[in-house]
């Protein structure tokens, strides 16, 4: 930390990683409530968009310390960039397709924090655009069932929290480094909070801070098929990170046993299904996952 942050705390450090999404960005900057109040400071590091995002933060939100990256770093590397200048207590990452419900709730993430010291890192309630309530907590991390000893010890009832809207101990996300580069767009955030956890903390959920989150705004342009591959990959890196060979092992063997499944089962129903292009794209979701994991000899 340097001088500056030691003569200047500040109660709240805003990251948000912007890609392709002009369309949504102003709206969660401008949720965040009147410009930019002495207890906080907003990051936007915008991963080489194409579509004017940068700009639009530049020329209308002045207050914004943003970065323009000239090639797209990944989400995970994107958010470690600005971390050494965080004056902040707390880190609150944020995506550009969230809105805060009242900008409030910066308030109360930063008390809840204050009240559970306990807590290294705390997930908001996330809602859909129609009010709905919408699933961002897991107690889980993904194949965990298939473990033996991989997550004895760790702290708390909560394993992860979606990464879209999420508060930290801006000193304790130094320690571990912040997030796994190795993670370019999905699975840094369950990284991360199993990293928290292991490094003696808990996970939190604060209920009473509600954000809008529209979901999935930066693979707009993605083939859906593209998307399961990259979401697969970024599972089995979680895998290997942190699970034993014996228990990769019996993952992919259960994996590749479900998509496959899935796939003769779904080209077999085809032909009496109402909705054929609802099967066809759950077809399409669990061949791009099984031709994933097939060539993968080591895991």
Same mark, same amino acid.
């Given at each position: ?46 991963? /080489?968009?194409?579509? !004017?995002? %940068?700009? #639009?933060? *530049? ?11 000239? &090639? ?86 909560? /394993?992860?929290?979606? !990464?879209? %809207?999420? #508060?930290? *101990? ?11 580069? &190795? ?90 299904? !109402? ?25």
């Amino acid at each position: 930390m340097g001088i500056w942050q030691k003569m200047n705390p500040l109660d709240l450090s805003i990251i948000i990683v912007n890609y392709n999404t002009a369309d949504l960005i102003g709206e969660c900057l401008e949720s965040l409530g009147p410009d930019a109040p002495p207890s906080r400071e907003v990051f936007v590091v915008d991963n /080489a968009s194409t579509d !004017g995002g %940068g700009e #639009i933060v *530049r020329m209308r939100y002045p207050w914004v310390h943003l970065t323009v990256n000239a &090639d797209n770093k990944g989400f995970a590397a994107a958010n470690n960039q600005v971390l050494p200048l965080c004056r902040g207590r707390y880190l609150l990452y944020l995506n550009p397709d969230t809105r805060l419900t009242d900008p409030g709730v910066l308030g109360v993430c930063v008390r809840f924090m204050d009240a559970h010291p306990q807590v290294g890192l705390a997930g908001a309630r996330m809602v859909n655009p129609d009010g709905s309530l919408q699933e961002s907590v897991s107690r889980r991390y993904p194949g965990q069932k298939f473990t033996r000893s991989e997550m004895a010890g760790l702290k708390g009832e909560i /394993a992860c929290v979606l !990464g879209a %809207g999420m #508060i930290a *101990r801006t000193d304790l996300i130094r320690r571990i480094g912040g997030f796994d580069e &190795d993670f370019r767009l999905y699975g840094e955030d369950q990284d991360l909070c199993l990293q928290v956890r292991r490094a003696g903390y808990e996970i939190g959920y604060i209920e009473k801070a509600a954000i809008v989150h529209y979901g999935g705004q930066s693979e707009r342009q993605s083939i859906p098929a593209e998307v399961w591959k990259k979401k697969t990959r970024a599972e089995y890196l979680f895998y290997r990170k942190h699970y034993g060979p014996q228990t990769r092992k019996r993952i992919r063997r259960a994996d590749l046993a479900k998509a496959l499944f899935r796939i003769v089962t779904l080209t077999l129903a085809m032909p009496f299904v !109402g909705d054929r292009g609802r099967a066809a794209a759950k077809r399409a979701k669990y061949r791009a996952i099984y031709d994933t994991l097939r060539p993968l000899k080591e895991v």
